[in-house]
């Protein structure tokens, strides 16, 4: 009888204890539900980049989801509004071109407004950057730069966005930034796995960047983490460090060095009413005042400058001359180092592919040379495209505005001097480098870059949805406290009664 009751205590005990073990267990359960299968909705964020460049603005909308992937944003382009008018660097010496660049810049921000959702307009920052059109004004009259940018940021702060700043961006960080962008879009910081998570992709190098603007070019690419200097830049990007190499040439982007040929063509004549060029295409001429060259800190004004002096240049196509021309705008001799691109500026060896746009792509393209080339057929398109006579080239070339298709001589000729005599690029590494202008139907430049650098210094919108409405959460909550609380009570009075 006694090891009977025994026994029906210890089953007491071991129910009530069971009862314990299942309360606690489903409170658990339903504050771990509640967290983790919490969905979280996260609003669209949108940022403006406004890119400034030597030769005219663009406005870049774009928009990624609050959450952050490894403390970068996700960002997309959903807008490219160019602004009517010539660059802001142009500015405040003409006001009928001022009214014009002002026009421009209000027809497409009141564009980038309308296709904001309203209550976004006043989190959304909006930042202005000037490239090497204002970096050569700053130097030349800082006043002037100055005023500029003043009336820029004032026009700016009226808009009902977050306006941040109007700046000059430095070349070492317009060469970054597109490096940044390239890669982004190329799918080499993260890709999705199969449970939709992003990771940085296994085994996948990062692509080297080389931009060609109209005053400046700039070149970029990832090197060992070993090597250290003023060009060499560590940056985190998704979580992990890159150390990249980052060079910015002033006054030798395609506009800036196609008048420092000019200039050489000019010094070589001795009459200035009849000036052979032998980059123009045979059939060729033009007539120009001594400004168009000068007025620039990349020129340096001859003894007796008229800026009011016209020159009259006659086109000869004589490709061999012409680049005999470009290679002297360059100093390939000076190096103090065990490897210097052009200039005396060290850079290590290029390796890797590589994505040049911009001036680089337009140029390839008007040879017909886009995407990937060899470099000797590379070579021979630019023969044969400088020795078409006009004529013949705007037949060929009707997609191409005269104002530009008589300058694809000098350019192609450039490119060609600046990535193997300057980069050195030989037959090898030239067929790593692919001409493009887009990538993912993206424009390919600094302002995407420098878009996913600042979108990681803005905070997240999330909405919570539990899966479990506070009322219920609550109850659930309270219940399972309770029955945890009164078998905890059994559990202490079956023990004592076990005791006496």
């Known amino acids: 009888m006694a090891s009977k009751q025994q026994m029906g205590y210890k089953c007491r005990i071991a129910g009530v204890l069971l009862l314990l073990l299942a309360s606690i267990a489903a409170l658990v359960a339903v504050a771990v539900i509640q967290d983790t299968w919490t969905s979280k909705e996260y609003s669209l964020e949108y940022g403006i980049v406004i890119d400034s460049g030597s030769s005219r603005s663009n406005v870049h909308l774009y928009k990624w989801p609050g959450e952050k992937r490894n403390e970068t944003g996700e960002v997309t382009e959903i807008m490219n509004c160019k602004v009517a008018g010539n660059g802001i660097s142009e500015m405040k010496v003409d006001p009928e071109k001022d009214a014009k660049s002002w026009k421009g810049f209000k027809e497409c921000m009141d564009n980038i407004t309308k296709a904001i959702p309203a209550k976004k307009h006043k989190t959304t920052p909006l930042f202005l950057g000037a490239t090497a059109g204002m970096r050569l004004l700053h130097e030349k009259d800082e006043q002037r730069s100055n005023e500029i940018l003043a009336s820029l940021t004032e026009y700016l702060r009226s808009l009902p966005f977050n306006f941040h700043n109007a700046s000059i961006i430095t070349g070492q960080e317009e060469g970054l930034y597109g490096w940044v962008t390239v890669n982004y879009l190329m799918g080499n910081f993260l890709e999705k796995n199969l449970w939709n998570t992003y990771v940085r992709p296994e085994g996948k190098n990062t692509v080297g960047s080389m931009d060609l603007g109209g ?278 009075i079956i023990l004592i009664r076990t005791c006496y």
């Open 215 to 492: 005053a400046s070019t700039q070149i970029a690419f990832a090197v060992q983490d070993d090597l250290s200097g003023p060009d060499y830049l560590h940056v985190k990007l998704y979580g992990y460090p890159y150390n990249v190499y980052a060079h910015s040439f002033l006054c030798y982007g395609k506009n800036e060095a196609d008048k420092r040929v000019l200039d050489k063509v000019v010094q070589e004549s001795s009459d200035p009413t009849y000036i052979i060029n032998p980059c123009y295409p045979e059939g060729f001429n033009t007539t120009f005042k001594a400004s168009y060259i000068y007025d620039t800190e990349c020129t340096k004004k001859p003894d007796g400058y008229n800026p009011d002096q016209e020159l009259f240049l006659v086109g000869t196509a004589d490709p061999d001359m012409c680049g005999s021309i470009v290679k002297s705008i360059f100093d390939f001799k000076t190096c103090n180092s065990s490897q210097c691109s052009l200039n005396g500026v060290e850079q290590p060896p290029v390796t890797g592919d590589f994505m040049a746009y911009a001036g680089f792509f337009f140029t390839s393209r008007a040879l017909g040379m886009n995407g990937t080339s060899d470099l000797d057929q590379f070579n021979s398109s630019i023969t044969k495209f400088c020795n078409t006579n006009w004529t013949e080239l705007r037949a060929e070339k009707t997609w191409i505005n005269e104002r530009y298709l008589k300058t694809y001589c000098f350019a192609a000729h450039y490119v060609f001097t600046l990535l193997v005599d300057g980069y050195k690029f030989d037959k090898e590494t030239w067929k790593n480098i692919d001409f493009q202008r887009e990538v993912k139907n993206t424009t390919i430049g600094w302002s995407l870059g420098y878009m996913l650098s600042m979108s990681n210094m803005i905070p997240s919108e999330v909405k919570y949805t539990p899966p479990m409405t506070d009322p219920v959460f609550a109850g659930l909550v309270f219940l399972f406290s309770a029955l945890t609380i009164v078998t905890v009570v059994f559990v202490f």
